[in-house]
Structures are given as structure tokens and as C-alpha cells.
């Protein structure tokens, strides 16, 4: 990890761990990687604000990352 910032693998590994410890229910995927990024950054909201949005990878993302959305959820 460089600049507090989690890589793509060490959150999906930990969004896995939250599947698994919380029953395997479907339907929480985005919830789980939410919660895996934030835990992994582990900064109070107004720091991952401040952020720089994620550079685009190689691949199309499904979701927005946590600091996008806490960017749009304090405009």
C-alpha cells in the first residue's frame, strides 16, 4: 500500500473476509468492498474528501470508489 491509499487485491481480500464473517448473504457486494476500503484507509471523512479520485485503470470499474462517493455526499 503507498499513500494510505489500499490496492485492488487488499481490498477485495478483505471485502471477502466481511462476506464470510458476516453469514456469505448475497446482495451486499458493494456494501462489503465500501466497507473493506474504508477500514483499510481507516481516515475520517473529511480526509478521504481531500483525496484524489483513483487513477482509471486498464479495466471498466462497476463501482465508485469510497472517495467518490464521500466527495458527491459532501457537494
Known sequence: MNNNR???PEIAARAREIYLDTG???????????QAEYELMQLPIRELAKLPPPKPGNQKRRYKSVTEVVRLALL
Do not use: A
Open 6 to 8: 489500499p490496492t485492488h
Open 24 to 34: 456469505c448473504k448475497p446482495g451486499h457486494d458493494v456494501d462489503n468492498w465500501l
